[in-house]
C-alpha cells in the first residue's frame, strides 16, 4: 500500500505540529472580554478618531473595559447603538444622530478677499496670515482642510466654501476639530429647525464692503421669532435649536437670506 | 469561537487536513508520475542523439559527478556521451560532452544551467568549436 | 460580481495591493513566462479559496495559518506535477518558481482575508478575480521588459534589427526600474491624491 507511507507521515507531522500549537495556544493564551469583540463589530470600523481614541478597536476596548461610554463613537447608527447597549448589558440609549454644518455662506461671488496667495492653499496656512484671505475674518476660507479629514466623504468644496453631504455625515465631529476658523458645527439630523449660515461678528455697515451674504445684525430674526429662539449677540444672529420650532418665520425675514432650515427643514441635500 | 479552540478539536483539524491531503497528492502523482518519469526520459534520449548520432545508449559508469554513456548502433560502439557539470557564475553548468571512437569531440549540449541572460546564457547559442582540441580521454 | 471585478483593476494585487512582488519581478523576463505563472497561481488561489471557505468553520482559530498553508501547498504540489507532466518546458522555465507559490502573499493574503469570511462561490470569484488581476499585472511588467530588454513579444521579434536590446531590464535591476516606473505610470493616470 504505497499511499500509506505519505499518509502515515503527513498524519504523524499533523498530529505533532497541532499538539505543539494545542500547548503553544494554552500557554500564551490571553485574556480578552468578549464582549470587546462584539462591541468592535459593531463600530463603524471608520477609524476616524472623533470618539477620542485611537481608533475603533482601542475604542471597542475602551467601551467593554467601561472607561468609555456606551455612546462614545459619534458616528455609530442608531441600531448598533442599541446592540452595542445589548451587549454591555446597559438600558438602552438613544442616540442623537447629528450633521455638520457650514456656518458660512460667503461664495467667491459674495465674500470679497483680502490678499490673494501663491504657496500652500490648506485652510490651517491660509488662516495663520492675517486670520485668512477673505475680508471676512470669521469665513469659510474653502482651501478643504474639512473635506481631508472627513473620512466619510460627506464634504467637498462648491464655489469657494465648505458643503456638508447631510446623507453621508454621520457626525463623527472630526471636521468641527479640523476647521482652524471653527465655522463648522454639529446639528441635530431628527428636529425641524433652522440655523444661521454665517459666522461674521462684523459690524452690519462693515459688511457691505466684506461680504455680500454676511449676517448684518439687523435683528428682524430676533423679532419675529415668537419663541425666543433667535437672538442677536455681537452683530452675528444665533438660534437656540432646543427652542425652535421649526416655524420659518426668522428665516423669511432675513434680508440677507442666510437662515436656512436643517435636519428635516433642509431644503437640499447639502447645507 | 473559543469552543473551537480545544486541544482535540486542533489536533484533529490538522491530521485530518494532513490524512485528506496525502491522499489527494498520492492520487495524483500515481496518474503523473509515469508521464513525468517518460518526459525526463524523453528529454535525455533527445540531448543524448543531438550529440552523437547513434540508435541506442547505455549507461557505463554512473557516479555522483560524472555519467558515461556508450551510443551504439546495433552491438558497436560508435561513440561515448559525457555528462558532468562544473561550477558556473549563477550555479552548476550540466555539459554534455559527445566523443567519439578515436576520441575526438563531436559536439557539446548544455542541458541545465543557471546563468545570466543574455550574458553567461548565451553559451547555449554556441555550439563546437572546430578549434577545440580534444584531449585523450581514458575511459573506463 | 464586484468580488470577481475588483481583483482586475481596482484592487489590483501586484499594482495596487503589492503583494506578491517576488514572482512579479522574477517570471516577468518574459511574457510567456508570466502568463504561465498567472494562470498557475490563478488556479491555485481558487482551488485553495474555494477549500479554505468550506472548511471555515471547521478551523480552529489558533491553527487556522497552519491548515492554510497545508491546504495551499497541497494544491501548488498538484500544480506542479500536472505542470511538470504536461507542460514540460513551460515548468522547466519557471523552475522554482511554481513551488514558491505557496509562500505568495497573496494566496495568503486573500485566504485570511477573504475566504475564510465569506461563502465558497464568492470566495472562487474572488480567487479567479485576484487571479486574473495578478496574471495582467505580470503581463504588463513582462511586456515591458521583454520588448525592451530581448526586443521580443511571447518571443516573436517586434523591433527593427537597429534597435539593440537593453540586457538591463532583463535582469533583476531592469526588474525592480520597470515595477517602479510601471506603478509610477498607474498612479499618475489615477490623478495622485484627490484634491477638494
Not at chain 2, 2 to 25: C, E, G, P, Y
Not at chain 2, 62 to 82: D, L, M, P, R, S
Not at chain 3, 102 to 126: G, P
Amino acid at each position: 500500500m504505497e499511499i500509506l507511507i505519505p499518509v502515515i507521515v503527513l498524519g504523524l507531522i499533523g498530529l505533532v505540529m497541532g499538539s505543539i500549537l494545542a500547548v503553544a495556544s494554552k500557554v500564551f493564551q490571553v485574556e480578552t472580554d468578549p464582549r470587546e469583540e462584539k462591541v468592535s463589530a459593531l463600530l463603524p470600523g471608520a477609524n476616524c478618531g472623533g470618539c477620542g481614541f485611537a481608533g475603533c478597536a482601542a475604542c471597542a476596548a475602551a467601551i467593554a473595559k467601561g472607561d468609555a461610554p456606551v455612546a462614545a463613537c459619534p458616528g455609530i447608527s442608531a441600531e448598533a447603538l442599541k446592540e452595542i447597549c445589548a451587549v454591555m448589558g446597559v438600558n438602552e440609549q438613544e442616540k442623537t444622530p447629528m450633521a455638520a454644518f457650514v456656518q458660512c455662506n460667503g461664495q467667491l461671488d459674495k465674500a470679497n478677499f483680502r490678499y490673494f496667495f501663491d504657496g500652500s492653499k490648506t485652510c490651517a496656512d491660509i488662516a495663520a496670515l492675517q486670520q485668512g484671505d477673505k475680508l471676512c475674518a470669521y469665513a469659510c476660507l474653502g482651501y478643504g482642510d474639512c473635506v481631508q479629514a472627513c473620512n466619510f466623504g460627506a464634504l467637498s468644496i462648491e464655489n469657494g466654501i465648505a458643503k456638508v453631504h447631510t446623507a453621508d455625515c454621520v457626525g463623527c465631529g472630526v471636521c468641527v476639530k479640523t476647521c482652524p476658523k471653527q465655522v463648522l458645527a454639529l446639528m441635530p439630523k431628527n428636529i425641524e429647525a433652522y440655523a444661521v449660515k454665517c459666522s461674521s461678528k462684523d459690524k452690519g455697515a462693515a459688511m457691505k464692503e466684506i461680504c455680500s451674504a454676511g449676517c448684518i445684525g439687523c435683528k428682524l430674526c430676533e423679532k419675529a421669532c415668537a419663541f425666543g429662539a433667535v437672538k442677536v449677540e455681537n452683530n452675528l444672529a444665533k438660534i437656540d435649536t432646543q427652542k425652535c420650532t421649526g416655524c420659518g418665520a426668522c428665516a423669511e425675514k432675513c434680508p440677507k437670506h442666510i437662515i436656512v432650515g436643517i435636519g428635516k427643514k433642509q431644503m437640499s441635500s447639502a447645507s | 469561537m473559543d469552543k473551537q479552540n480545544t486541544v482535540f478539536r486542533m489536533i484533529f483539524t490538522l491530521v485530518a487536513i494532513a490524512v485528506v491531503v496525502s491522499v489527494a497528492l498520492a492520487f495524483v502523482n500515481a496518474k503523473t508520475e509515469p508521464v513525468i518519469l517518460q518526459n525526463n526520459e524523453n528529454q535525455l534520449q533527445e540531448s543524448l542523439k543531438s550529440v552523437i548520432r547513434a540508435e541506442k545508449f547505455e549507461i557505463l559508469s554512473e557516479t555522483e559527478q560524472e555519467t558515461v554513456y556508450a551510443a551504439k548502433n546495433g552491438e558497436t560502439v560508435v561513440g561515448y556521451c559525457v555528462v558532468n557539470s562544473q561550477k558556473g557564475y549563477g550555479g552548476d553548468v550540466k555539459v554534455m560532452t559527445g566523443v567519439d571512437t578515436d576520441g575526438k569531440v563531436t559536439a557539446i549540449e548544455i542541458l541545465e544551467h543557471a546563468e545570466t541572460p543574455g550574458l553567461g546564457a548565451n553559451a547555449e547559442k554556441m555550439r563546437l568549436n572546430p578549434n577545440l582540441q580534444a584531449k585523450q580521454k581514458k575511459l573506463v | 460580481m464586484n468580488n470577481f471585478t475588483k481583483g482586475l483593476f481596482k484592487e489590483n494585487p501586484v499594482l495596487v495591493l503589492l503583494l506578491g512582488m517576488c514572482p512579479s519581478l522574477a517570471t516577468t523576463t518574459s511574457v510567456i513566462n508570466a502568463i504561465g505563472m498567472g494562470l498557475s497561481a490563478m488556479v491555485v488561489l481558487i482551488c485553495s479559496n474555494a477549500v479554505i471557505s468550506a472548511l471555515r468553520k471547521c478551523i480552529p482559530s489558533k491553527v487556522r495559518i497552519a491548515a492554510y498553508i497545508v491546504i495551499i501547498a497541497t494544491f501548488v504540489t498538484i500544480v506542479d506535477m500536472l505542470l511538470k507532466a504536461y507542460m514540460f518546458s513551460l515548468s522547466k522555465s519557471l523552475g522554482v518558481f511554481i513551488p514558491l507559490i505557496v509562500v505568495n502573499c497573496i494566496i495568503l493574503a486573500r485566504a485570511e482575508a477573504f475566504a475564510s469570511k465569506n461563502t465558497v462561490w464568492q470566495s472562487v470569484l474572488d480567487g479567479a478575480g485576484m487571479g486574473l488581476g495578478f496574471t495582467i499585472a505580470l503581463v504588463i511588467i513582462a511586456t515591458v521588459r521583454e520588448i525592451l530588454g530581448a526586443g521580443t513579444w511571447c518571443g516573436l521579434p517586434v523591433t527593427t534589427s537597429g534597435y539593440q536590446p537593453a540586457l538591463m531590464f532583463i535582469l533583476p535591476a531592469g526588474g525592480f526600474l520597470s515595477l517602479g516606473l510601471i506603478l509610477a505610470a498607474i498612479n499618475l493616470i489615477k490623478g495622485g491624491k484627490k484634491h477638494e
